[in-house]
């Protein structure tokens, strides 16, 4: 076989064999290509020109161009691992804020705290008592006590009689005095210098207890005292030595803000 068909012969193996391998290439024919016809060896001892004496043709004379063509699906490997995430990028300008949403169900009630730390707590409570009879002079008097059962502090003031608010907040306060025979008992619970309540008995031959009981708001240095009338409504309480008649009793309610 002639040289050339011997080449072209193993390009048609090659290209075969790459068709063999996943189809990767395809034959192609390439446009307007001549056909070459097949030389042998003693093909230079052609006849002369005009002679009219053609060699014959063989049966390889057309030999097509070979083009790859790759078909990328088969290529295709399996998906890969997620990279790495990537770093946030800068944060855009901020939107209008959100119409308000409805007001959601009641939640349930939470349970009881811890007592708090008793050193915090405000406390505020007197309680005192005379053992001596007082009579009404030319002028109002403070009732002044001599013992004393309760004194958290020192806020109520022995020495004349008053109690001197600490903690502002709501008082409780008492008092309860023994009258005297045939004459009148008067007397008012005093909030600094206004009167506000009264402790009042008509004269008679026989003497009896009398209370009085209120509350007040106080503020910080607002007092609570007993005021004696004046002579011109003659009036009298009575005690003793042995026994307390006379007693002045306060305590705060509740306490607020404010208070040293």
Known sequence: MCLQVAIRGTAMLGVFTLLSLGSLVALVRPPNVHAVRCRRCCDHLEPAEGSGDQPPTRGFNHVPEVRTYINMTILKGDKGERG????????????????????????????????????KVQHSAFSVGRRKSLHSVESYQALVFDTVFVNLDDHFNMFDGKFL???????????????????ETYLHIMHTEREQAIVYAQPSDRSIMQSQSLMLRLELKDEVWIRLYKRERENAIYSDDVDVYITFNGYIITGSQGGN
């Open 165 to 183: 608010c600490r903690v502002p907040g709501i008082y409780f306060f008492n008092v309860n005095i023994h009258t005297w025979n045939f004459k």
């Open 84 to 119: 790495d995430r990537g770093t946030s990028g800068k944060a855009g300008p901020e939107g209008l804020p959100g119409s308000r949403g409805p007001m959601g169900s009641k939640g349930s009630k939470g349970q009881a705290g811890l007592p708090g730390d008793a050193c």
